[in-house]
Nanobody
Framework: QVQFVESGGDLVQPGGSLRLSCVAS????????LAWYRQAPGKQREWVAY???????KYADSVNGRFTISRDNAKNSVYLQMVNLNPDDTATYYC????????WGQGTQVTVSS
C-alpha cells in the first residue's frame, strides 16, 4: 500500500522559514519522480516542486528561488526547505509522485501570518 506521511508544518511569521519532511512507503521510491503539492483554503491543489532521482529539480514560478526540494533515497524521504515565506504560501502541503491523482496523505499545515 502506497503511503506518504508529511510533517514539519507550523505557524510562522512572514519572512520566516520551514523545512517539511515526507516519508514514503509501499513502492520502489528510487524509481519515481517525487513532488510537493499544496492546497490553500478554497483553492485547488497545485504543484509546487518535483525532484528526479539524480536530484535535478523544477519549481513553480510562485516559489522558485525561495523553496528547495531534495530527496534521500536511502530513507525513502523527500524534503522541502522554504525560506522567505509569505501569507500566500499558507496551505496544506502534500508529497506524492509527480502527476499523482491518488494516494494522498494527510498533509502538513503551513500558516504564514503575523
Amino acid at each position: 500500500q502506497v503511503q506518504f506521511v508529511e510533517s514539519g508544518g507550523d505557524l510562522v511569521q512572514p519572512g520566516g522559514s520551514l523545512r517539511l519532511s515526507c516519508v514514503a512507503s509501499g513502492f520502489i521510491f528510487s524509481n519515481h519522480v517525487l513532488a510537493w503539492y499544496r492546497q490553500a483554503p478554497g483553492k485547488q491543489r497545485e504543484w509546487v516542486a518535483y525532484v528526479v532521482l539524480g536530484g535535478r529539480a523544477k519549481y513553480a514560478d510562485s516559489v522558485n528561488g525561495r523553496f528547495t526540494i531534495s530527496r534521500d533515497n536511502a530513507k525513502n524521504s523527500v524534503y522541502l526547505q522554504m525560506v522567505n515565506l509569505n501569507p500566500d504560501d499558507t496551505a496544506t502541503y502534500y508529497c506524492n509522485e509527480y502527476g499523482a491523482v491518488s494516494n494522498w496523505g494527510q498533509g502538513t499545515q503551513v500558516t504564514v501570518s503575523s
